[in-house]
């Protein structure tokens, strides 16, 4: 017989966890899809770009290794009628936003384009 993993349940009918674990998701994938498209720009800026590269992927697997986590936290909080935002992943993946924000245009803007 297969094994069966616990999933926590929530009287939310929104399905507020669910709906955020979508959100992550999404974000987690728009970090890779970010890394490949800087991967484009290796040819251009030379190496450096693999700082970009680094920085998508390492936000990425981030998001991905901490998912659960955040999902079972949120159906915890619910159930105890005291849930706390993430502001810690939050600031992170912020943090990490706008350093790729500023390596890209350091990049564009400042490194000598490659014949």
Same mark, same amino acid.
């Given at each position: 017989?297969?094994?069966?993993?616990?999933?926590?349940?929530?009287?939310?009918?929104?399905?507020?966890?669910?709906?955020?674990?979508?959100?992550?998701?999404?974000?987690?994938?728009?970090?890779?899809?970010?890394?490949?498209? /800087?991967? &484009?720009?290796?040819?251009?800026?030379?190496?450096?770009?693999? =700082?970009?590269?680094? #920085? *998508? +992927?390492?936000?990425?697997?981030?998001?991905?290794?901490?998912?659960?986590?955040? /999902?079972? &936290?949120?159906?915890?909080?619910?159930?105890?009628?005291?849930? =706390?935002?993430?502001? #810690? *992943? +939050?600031?992170?993946?912020?943090?990490?936003?706008?350093?790729?924000?500023?390596?890209?245009?350091?990049?564009?803007?400042?490194?000598?384009?490659?014949?």
């Amino acid at each position: 017989m297969p094994s069966r993993r616990y999933t926590p349940t929530h009287g939310d009918a929104g399905l507020q966890p669910e709906r955020t674990e979508l959100a992550w998701g999404r974000t987690t994938m728009s970090m890779t899809i970010a890394a490949v498209v /800087f991967l &484009r720009w290796m040819p251009h800026h030379g190496w450096f770009v693999g =700082t970009l590269v680094a #920085t *998508s +992927i390492v936000t990425a697997m981030a998001i991905g290794s901490t998912r659960k986590r955040r /999902f079972h &936290r949120a159906i915890h909080g619910i159930n105890q009628e005291a849930i =706390t935002p993430a502001t #810690t *992943s +939050i600031a992170a993946l912020s943090a990490s936003v706008v350093v790729l924000a500023g390596l890209g245009i350091f990049t564009v803007l400042l490194l000598p384009l490659h014949p």
